[in-house]
Protein backbone atom coordinates (compact mmCIF):
# COMPACT_ATOMS: atom_id res chain seq x y z
CA UNK A 1 0.00 0.00 0.00
CA UNK A 2 1.26 3.69 -0.84
CA UNK A 3 2.10 6.02 1.62
CA UNK A 4 -0.06 8.42 2.99
CA UNK A 5 0.07 12.44 2.85
CA UNK A 6 -2.61 14.97 3.51
CA UNK A 7 -1.86 18.08 1.31
CA UNK A 8 -4.76 21.11 2.46
CA UNK A 9 -4.99 24.45 0.29
CA UNK A 10 -4.87 21.82 -2.61
CA UNK A 11 -6.57 23.92 -5.09
CA UNK A 12 -3.91 26.81 -4.44
CA UNK A 13 -0.50 26.81 -6.20
CA UNK A 14 2.14 25.00 -4.01
CA UNK A 15 -0.90 22.36 -2.88
CA UNK A 16 -1.03 21.35 -6.72
CA UNK A 17 2.67 21.47 -7.25
CA UNK A 18 3.23 19.74 -3.93
CA UNK A 19 0.44 16.69 -5.04
CA UNK A 20 1.93 16.35 -8.41
CA UNK A 21 5.46 15.96 -6.56
CA UNK A 22 3.83 13.42 -3.99
CA UNK A 23 2.26 11.68 -6.67
CA UNK A 24 5.70 11.61 -8.71
CA UNK A 25 7.29 10.10 -5.68
CA UNK A 26 4.69 7.80 -5.06
CA UNK A 27 2.40 8.62 -2.35
CA UNK A 28 -0.86 8.56 -2.01
CA UNK A 29 -2.58 12.41 -1.43
CA UNK A 30 -5.23 13.39 0.13
CA UNK A 31 -5.68 16.54 -1.19
CA UNK A 32 -7.88 18.89 1.00
CA UNK A 33 -10.23 21.62 -0.63
CA UNK A 34 -12.91 24.17 0.81
CA UNK A 35 -15.17 24.91 -2.44
CA UNK A 36 -17.32 23.46 -4.57
CA UNK A 37 -15.77 22.16 -8.12
CA UNK A 38 -18.29 23.25 -10.18
CA UNK A 39 -16.64 27.10 -10.20
CA UNK A 40 -13.80 25.69 -12.13
CA UNK A 41 -11.35 26.53 -8.77
CA UNK A 42 -9.83 22.86 -9.30
CA UNK A 43 -7.99 23.89 -12.13
CA UNK A 44 -4.64 23.51 -10.94
CA UNK A 45 -5.28 19.61 -10.00
CA UNK A 46 -7.44 19.19 -12.64
CA UNK A 47 -4.65 16.79 -14.78
CA UNK A 48 -4.34 14.96 -11.17
CA UNK A 49 -8.03 14.10 -11.40
CA UNK A 50 -8.23 10.47 -12.72
CA UNK A 51 -4.65 9.41 -11.02
CA UNK A 52 -6.02 6.51 -8.84
CA UNK A 53 -3.66 7.66 -5.82
CA UNK A 54 -4.86 11.04 -5.36
CA UNK A 55 -8.10 11.41 -3.21
CA UNK A 56 -9.85 14.94 -3.01
CA UNK A 57 -11.21 15.59 0.20
CA UNK A 58 -14.00 18.65 0.44
CA UNK A 59 -13.75 20.21 4.12
CA UNK A 60 -12.94 23.44 5.61
CA UNK A 61 -9.98 23.24 6.95
CA UNK A 62 -11.43 25.17 10.43
CA UNK A 63 -14.04 21.96 10.46
CA UNK A 64 -12.15 20.42 12.95
CA UNK A 65 -14.46 16.97 13.66
CA UNK A 66 -14.04 16.38 9.81
CA UNK A 67 -10.12 17.21 9.67
CA UNK A 68 -10.09 14.70 12.99
CA UNK A 69 -11.91 11.75 11.01
CA UNK A 70 -9.41 12.66 8.07
CA UNK A 71 -6.13 12.17 10.80
CA UNK A 72 -7.33 9.05 12.22
CA UNK A 73 -8.84 6.97 9.53
CA UNK A 74 -5.31 7.62 7.19
CA UNK A 75 -2.63 8.13 9.99
CA UNK A 76 -0.88 9.77 7.21
CA UNK A 77 3.12 10.05 7.09
CA UNK A 78 2.65 13.89 6.49
CA UNK A 79 0.77 16.13 7.05
CA UNK A 80 1.34 19.44 4.79
CA UNK A 81 -0.65 22.08 5.73
CA UNK A 82 -0.64 24.90 2.99
CA UNK A 83 -4.13 26.10 3.32
CA UNK A 84 -4.58 29.64 4.32
CA UNK A 85 -5.88 33.42 3.84
CA UNK A 86 -2.51 33.67 1.84
CA UNK A 87 -2.97 37.66 0.73
CA UNK A 88 -1.24 39.99 3.18
CA UNK A 89 -3.02 42.59 1.87
CA UNK A 90 -6.23 41.59 2.34
CA UNK A 91 -5.45 40.50 6.03
CA UNK A 92 -6.01 44.12 6.33
CA UNK A 93 -9.55 43.74 5.69
CA UNK A 94 -10.37 40.60 7.51
CA UNK A 95 -7.60 40.03 10.42
CA UNK A 96 -9.91 37.84 12.74
CA UNK A 97 -10.37 35.13 9.80
CA UNK A 98 -6.64 35.59 9.02
CA UNK A 99 -5.78 34.47 12.58
CA UNK A 100 -8.20 31.77 12.50
CA UNK A 101 -7.54 29.85 9.52
CA UNK A 102 -3.55 30.70 9.54
CA UNK A 103 -3.11 30.77 13.41
CA UNK A 104 -6.07 29.06 15.06
CA UNK A 105 -6.73 26.33 12.46
CA UNK A 106 -2.59 25.25 12.74
CA UNK A 107 -2.81 24.52 16.38
CA UNK A 108 -6.04 22.64 16.27
CA UNK A 109 -4.16 20.59 13.19
CA UNK A 110 -0.90 20.29 16.20
CA UNK A 111 -3.42 18.68 18.81
CA UNK A 112 -5.37 16.42 16.51
CA UNK A 113 -1.97 14.71 15.70
CA UNK A 114 -0.83 14.63 19.17
CA UNK A 115 -4.03 13.04 19.92
CA UNK A 116 -4.88 10.30 17.05
CA UNK A 117 -1.76 10.25 14.65
CA UNK A 118 1.62 11.29 16.79
CA UNK A 119 3.75 9.43 14.39
CA UNK A 120 2.72 11.71 11.40
CA UNK A 121 4.91 14.72 10.32
CA UNK A 122 3.66 18.20 9.95
CA UNK A 123 4.66 20.61 7.76
CA UNK A 124 3.99 24.46 8.03
CA UNK A 125 3.83 26.94 5.88
CA UNK A 126 5.18 29.60 7.50
CA UNK A 127 6.43 33.03 5.43
CA UNK A 128 9.36 35.58 5.06
CA UNK A 129 6.60 38.27 5.82
CA UNK A 130 7.22 37.44 9.56
CA UNK A 131 10.72 39.27 9.57
CA UNK A 132 9.20 42.33 8.38
CA UNK A 133 11.65 43.30 5.76
CA UNK A 134 13.54 46.35 8.33
CA UNK A 135 17.25 45.67 9.56
CA UNK A 136 17.69 42.79 7.11
CA UNK A 137 21.28 41.63 6.98
CA UNK A 138 23.50 42.00 4.08
CA UNK A 139 22.95 38.19 3.08
CA UNK A 140 19.60 38.05 3.76
CA UNK A 141 17.57 36.94 6.96
CA UNK A 142 18.48 33.15 8.60
CA UNK A 143 16.38 30.86 10.76
CA UNK A 144 17.93 33.14 13.93
CA UNK A 145 16.90 36.68 13.12
CA UNK A 146 14.13 38.11 15.46
CA UNK A 147 10.46 38.34 14.31
CA UNK A 148 8.66 41.48 13.38
CA UNK A 149 5.09 40.73 11.87
CA UNK A 150 4.08 43.69 10.17
CA UNK A 151 0.40 42.81 8.91
CA UNK A 152 -2.84 40.63 9.97
CA UNK A 153 -1.52 37.81 7.58
CA UNK A 154 2.25 38.12 9.62
CA UNK A 155 0.75 38.36 12.95
CA UNK A 156 -0.97 34.84 12.52
CA UNK A 157 2.04 33.09 10.90
CA UNK A 158 4.04 33.93 13.58
CA UNK A 159 1.81 32.25 16.28
CA UNK A 160 1.50 29.74 14.06
CA UNK A 161 4.90 29.44 13.65
CA UNK A 162 5.25 28.83 17.82
CA UNK A 163 2.92 27.01 18.15
CA UNK A 164 4.78 23.98 15.39
CA UNK A 165 8.04 24.61 17.99
CA UNK A 166 6.14 24.42 21.15
CA UNK A 167 4.61 21.45 19.92
CA UNK A 168 8.09 19.74 19.04
CA UNK A 169 9.47 20.78 22.42
CA UNK A 170 6.50 20.13 24.45
CA UNK A 171 5.51 16.68 23.22
CA UNK A 172 7.81 15.58 20.83
CA UNK A 173 5.96 15.97 17.46
CA UNK A 174 8.09 15.56 13.95
CA UNK A 175 6.57 19.43 13.18
CA UNK A 176 8.77 21.56 11.03
CA UNK A 177 8.02 25.10 9.83
CA UNK A 178 9.28 26.37 6.25
CA UNK A 179 10.17 29.80 5.98
CA UNK A 180 9.51 30.43 2.27
CA UNK A 181 10.39 33.77 0.63
CA UNK A 182 8.02 35.12 -1.74
CA UNK A 183 7.63 32.07 -4.92
CA UNK A 184 5.32 32.42 -7.69
CA UNK A 185 4.51 30.55 -10.99
CA UNK A 186 2.18 30.11 -13.92
CA UNK A 187 -0.32 28.67 -11.00
CA UNK A 188 -0.06 31.80 -8.93
CA UNK A 189 -3.51 34.26 -8.01
CA UNK A 190 -3.88 36.92 -10.19
CA UNK A 191 -3.64 39.48 -7.03
CA UNK A 192 -0.16 38.63 -6.43
CA UNK A 193 2.02 41.47 -7.87
CA UNK A 194 4.05 38.88 -10.34
CA UNK A 195 1.07 37.43 -12.08
CA UNK A 196 -0.67 41.20 -12.12
CA UNK A 197 2.19 42.27 -13.96
CA UNK A 198 2.97 38.95 -16.48
CA UNK A 199 -0.98 38.77 -16.71
CA UNK A 200 -1.44 42.47 -17.24
CA UNK A 201 1.39 42.92 -19.91
CA UNK A 202 0.33 39.94 -21.67
CA UNK A 203 -3.31 42.03 -21.63
CA UNK A 204 -1.98 45.11 -22.93
CA UNK A 205 0.21 43.18 -25.63
CA UNK A 206 -3.03 41.24 -26.69
CA UNK A 207 -4.98 45.11 -26.83
CA UNK A 208 -7.36 43.81 -24.26
CA UNK A 209 -6.10 46.48 -21.21
CA UNK A 210 -4.37 49.77 -21.77
CA UNK A 211 -2.32 50.10 -18.77
CA UNK A 212 -1.33 48.39 -15.37
CA UNK A 213 -2.24 50.07 -11.85
CA UNK A 214 -0.17 48.87 -8.99
CA UNK A 215 0.47 50.03 -5.41
CA UNK A 216 4.16 50.28 -4.11
CA UNK A 217 6.39 49.61 -6.91
CA UNK A 218 9.57 49.67 -4.17
CA UNK A 219 9.55 46.78 -1.89
CA UNK A 220 12.27 44.33 -2.85
CA UNK A 221 11.48 40.62 -3.05
CA UNK A 222 13.51 37.38 -3.05
CA UNK A 223 11.12 35.09 -5.89
CA UNK A 224 11.81 31.93 -6.84
CA UNK A 225 9.33 29.04 -8.41
CA UNK A 226 6.94 27.29 -6.85
CA UNK A 227 8.32 23.88 -8.30
CA UNK A 228 11.31 24.24 -6.41
CA UNK A 229 9.57 25.72 -3.27
CA UNK A 230 7.48 22.28 -2.86
CA UNK A 231 11.12 19.81 -3.18
CA UNK A 232 12.42 21.85 -0.26
CA UNK A 233 8.80 21.37 2.17
CA UNK A 234 9.31 17.62 1.36
CA UNK A 235 12.91 17.40 1.88
CA UNK A 236 12.27 19.28 5.51
CA UNK A 237 9.62 16.44 6.45
CA UNK A 238 12.86 13.68 5.37
CA UNK A 239 15.37 14.37 7.61
CA UNK A 240 16.10 12.67 11.00
CA UNK A 241 15.33 15.81 12.85
CA UNK A 242 12.50 18.02 13.11
CA UNK A 243 13.39 21.71 12.11
CA UNK A 244 12.75 24.91 10.80
CA UNK A 245 14.42 26.26 7.43
CA UNK A 246 14.82 29.28 5.64
CA UNK A 247 13.94 28.72 1.74
CA UNK A 248 14.83 31.59 -0.73
CA UNK A 249 16.62 32.22 -3.59
CA UNK A 250 18.92 34.74 -1.94
CA UNK A 251 18.68 37.02 -5.28
CA UNK A 252 15.44 39.41 -6.04
CA UNK A 253 14.46 42.58 -7.45
CA UNK A 254 12.00 45.65 -6.63
CA UNK A 255 8.72 45.21 -7.72
CA UNK A 256 9.64 48.17 -10.68
CA UNK A 257 12.54 46.16 -11.89
CA UNK A 258 10.16 43.14 -12.11
CA UNK A 259 7.79 45.17 -14.49
CA UNK A 260 10.37 46.80 -16.39
CA UNK A 261 12.09 43.08 -16.87
CA UNK A 262 8.28 42.28 -18.16
CA UNK A 263 7.70 45.42 -20.47
CA UNK A 264 11.02 44.45 -22.16
CA UNK A 265 10.40 40.86 -22.79
CA UNK A 266 6.83 42.38 -24.14
CA UNK A 267 9.00 45.35 -26.09
CA UNK A 268 6.58 47.80 -24.33
CA UNK A 269 7.87 51.00 -22.39
CA UNK A 270 7.75 50.94 -18.56
CA UNK A 271 6.47 54.27 -18.63
CA UNK A 272 3.26 53.16 -20.63
CA UNK A 273 2.54 50.62 -18.81
CA UNK A 274 2.61 51.71 -15.24
CA UNK A 275 0.29 53.88 -13.96
CA UNK A 276 0.72 54.39 -9.86
CA UNK A 277 -2.75 53.70 -8.21
CA UNK A 278 -2.69 54.53 -4.44
CA UNK A 279 -6.08 52.17 -3.39
CA UNK A 280 -3.16 49.27 -3.78
CA UNK A 281 -1.41 50.78 -0.88
CA UNK A 282 -1.10 48.93 2.53
CA UNK A 283 -1.07 50.66 5.51
CA UNK A 284 1.74 49.12 6.56
CA UNK A 285 4.49 47.63 3.89
CA UNK A 286 7.56 45.07 3.94
CA UNK A 287 10.39 46.96 2.40
CA UNK A 288 13.08 44.52 1.74
CA UNK A 289 12.79 40.37 2.14
CA UNK A 290 15.96 38.60 1.05
CA UNK A 291 16.72 34.97 2.44
CA UNK A 292 20.00 33.04 4.00
CA UNK A 293 18.61 29.94 2.67
CA UNK A 294 22.39 28.11 3.32
CA UNK A 295 20.51 26.00 6.10
CA UNK A 296 18.10 23.88 3.62
CA UNK A 297 21.08 23.84 0.70
CA UNK A 298 23.51 22.23 3.29
CA UNK A 299 20.78 19.08 3.04
CA UNK A 300 20.45 19.52 -0.25
CA UNK A 301 18.16 21.66 -1.94
CA UNK A 302 19.04 23.55 -4.84
CA UNK A 303 16.72 25.87 -7.00
CA UNK A 304 16.55 26.29 -10.87
CA UNK A 305 14.49 29.22 -10.99
CA UNK A 306 15.72 32.70 -10.44
CA UNK A 307 13.32 35.65 -10.75
CA UNK A 308 14.26 36.44 -14.33
CA UNK A 309 13.80 33.04 -15.33
CA UNK A 310 10.51 32.44 -13.49
CA UNK A 311 8.84 35.79 -14.86
CA UNK A 312 10.10 34.77 -18.03
CA UNK A 313 7.93 31.66 -17.94
CA UNK A 314 4.82 33.06 -16.36
CA UNK A 315 4.30 35.83 -18.93
CA UNK A 316 5.03 33.29 -21.50
CA UNK A 317 2.30 31.11 -20.26
CA UNK A 318 -0.02 34.53 -19.90
CA UNK A 319 0.39 35.44 -23.28
CA UNK A 320 -0.80 32.04 -24.55
CA UNK A 321 -3.54 31.86 -22.29
CA UNK A 322 -4.47 35.16 -24.42
CA UNK A 323 -5.19 33.21 -27.79
CA UNK A 324 -6.20 30.12 -25.51
CA UNK A 325 -9.80 28.55 -24.86
CA UNK A 326 -7.97 27.87 -21.67
CA UNK A 327 -8.42 30.80 -20.09
CA UNK A 328 -10.08 30.42 -16.92
CA UNK A 329 -12.62 33.67 -17.49
CA UNK A 330 -14.24 32.91 -14.68
CA UNK A 331 -11.68 33.49 -12.19
CA UNK A 332 -10.10 36.46 -13.89
CA UNK A 333 -14.05 37.95 -13.35
CA UNK A 334 -13.88 36.65 -9.79
CA UNK A 335 -10.29 38.21 -8.90
CA UNK A 336 -10.41 40.75 -10.82
CA UNK A 337 -13.92 42.23 -8.41
CA UNK A 338 -11.88 40.72 -5.37
CA UNK A 339 -9.10 43.26 -6.38
CA UNK A 340 -11.39 46.13 -7.06
CA UNK A 341 -12.30 46.00 -3.36
CA UNK A 342 -9.23 45.47 -1.61
CA UNK A 343 -5.85 47.35 -1.42
CA UNK A 344 -3.02 45.38 -2.19
CA UNK A 345 0.22 44.68 -4.52
P1 LIG B 1 -2.77 29.98 -2.31
O1 LIG B 1 -2.54 29.75 -3.77
O2 LIG B 1 -3.55 31.16 -1.88
O3 LIG B 1 -3.44 28.66 -1.72
C1 LIG B 1 -4.03 28.62 -0.46
C2 LIG B 1 -5.20 27.65 -0.52
O4 LIG B 1 -5.77 27.56 0.80
C3 LIG B 1 -6.33 28.11 -1.46
O5 LIG B 1 -6.69 27.04 -2.30
C4 LIG B 1 -7.45 28.45 -0.49
O6 LIG B 1 -8.74 28.21 -1.01
C5 LIG B 1 -7.18 27.48 0.64
N1 LIG B 1 -7.89 27.87 1.87
C6 LIG B 1 -7.99 29.11 2.41
N2 LIG B 1 -8.74 29.08 3.52
C7 LIG B 1 -9.13 27.78 3.69
C8 LIG B 1 -9.94 27.12 4.64
N3 LIG B 1 -10.50 27.78 5.66
N4 LIG B 1 -10.14 25.79 4.50
C9 LIG B 1 -9.59 25.10 3.47
N5 LIG B 1 -8.81 25.68 2.52
C10 LIG B 1 -8.59 27.01 2.63
O7 LIG B 1 -1.38 30.07 -1.54
P2 LIG B 1 0.05 29.49 -1.95
O8 LIG B 1 0.81 30.55 -2.65
O9 LIG B 1 -0.12 28.14 -2.58
O10 LIG B 1 0.74 29.34 -0.53
C11 LIG B 1 0.64 28.12 0.22
C12 LIG B 1 0.99 28.41 1.67
O11 LIG B 1 2.29 28.98 1.76
C13 LIG B 1 0.06 29.41 2.34
O12 LIG B 1 -0.09 29.04 3.69
C14 LIG B 1 0.82 30.73 2.26
O13 LIG B 1 0.44 31.61 3.30
C15 LIG B 1 2.24 30.22 2.43
N6 LIG B 1 3.29 31.03 1.82
C16 LIG B 1 3.20 31.38 0.50
C17 LIG B 1 4.22 32.13 -0.07
C18 LIG B 1 4.19 32.51 -1.54
O14 LIG B 1 4.96 33.39 -1.94
N7 LIG B 1 3.37 31.88 -2.36
C19 LIG B 1 5.32 32.52 0.71
C20 LIG B 1 5.37 32.12 2.04
C21 LIG B 1 4.36 31.37 2.58
P3 LIG B 1 -9.67 29.44 -1.52
O15 LIG B 1 -9.19 29.72 -2.91
O16 LIG B 1 -11.01 28.86 -1.41
O17 LIG B 1 -9.43 30.61 -0.59
Keep these: MATRAIVTGVFGQDGSYLAEFLLGQGYEVYGVYRRCIAHGEDENVAHLKNHQNFKLVESDILEYSSLTELISDTKPEFFFNLAAQSHVGYSFKVPIETFRVDAE ?198 PEYDWKKLLKEMFEHDCSLQSSANVNSLQIKRTQEFTSKTART
Design 105 to 302: AVIAQLDIIRRVSPKTRYYQASTSEMFGGIDCPKHGYTEQHPLNPCSPYAVAKVAAHHAVKNYRQAYGLFACSGILFNHSSPRRGYDFATRKITHGVAQIVAGKQQYLPMGNMDAFRDEGHAKDYVKAQYLMLMQDKADDYVVATGDGATIRQMLEYVCQLAGLAYDDVYRMNPEFMRPSDVPFLLGDSSKIRSIGWQ
